[in-house]
């Protein structure tokens, strides 16, 4: 198969790996629930969703050789979710700054209150929190697309156990 294949197969199932967080960050944004049971479901149900993606896309990928290794199946899932996380982190800095700009600017305001109220806040706090709210889309994007990458190296290792095919009569010629 070709490299330039392998690329573009894997930036498009990036892409929809990455809209299961997306319509997830989305509806969480959206409807707001505070039910722990709800968005505990909801979580759970996207965690498991990424999962089930990332594997399925790896299977599928994993059917076009007779036999792939470890490593060649998790450099495809690693690809797979190195696009999603940099979907990810350019969704969540669209979210934080134009989105929903006003949950950001609401939870810094109630964190400025509650630090009023226990006489934390002082101008030097209130100017740095003006500072990093100034920032905050693009601390959150670097924050997500590192914590994306993390996950997304963890899940396809873990993944790429379960999709490799291996020959244990010949050699792979393949890799």
Do not use: H
């Not at 709210?133 to 924050?143: D, E, H, K, T, W």
Request: aromatic share 16%.
């Amino acid at each position: 198969m070709e490299q330039n294949n392998k690329w573009s197969k894997a930036a498009m199932d990036g892409l929809y790996l990455s809209l299961v967080t997306i319509i997830y960050s989305l509806i969480m944004a959206a409807f707001q629930p505070e039910n722990f049971a709800i968005t505990s479901l909801l979580w759970t149900a996207k965690f498991a969703g990424c999962i089930f993606l990332l594997w399925y896309f790896m299977n599928n990928w994993s059917k076009n050789f007779e036999t792939i290794t470890f490593s060649q199946s998790y450099n495809y899932g690693f690809l797979i979710c190195l696009f999603s996380s940099i979907l990810c982190a350019c969704y969540s800095y669209a979210q934080i700054e134009w989105i929903f700009p006003e949950q950001t600017e609401e939870a810094m305001t109630l964190v400025k209150e509650t630090m009023q109220q226990q006489g934390t806040l002082n101008s030097s706090t209130e100017d740095m929190m003006d500072r990093i709210l100034g920032n905050f889309g693009r601390i959150s994007m670097f924050a997500s697309l590192v914590y994306y990458v993390i996950f997304g190296s963890i899940a396809a290792a873990i993944t790429a156990n379960f999709t490799k095919k291996t020959n244990p009569f010949g050699e792979s010629d393949n890799q």
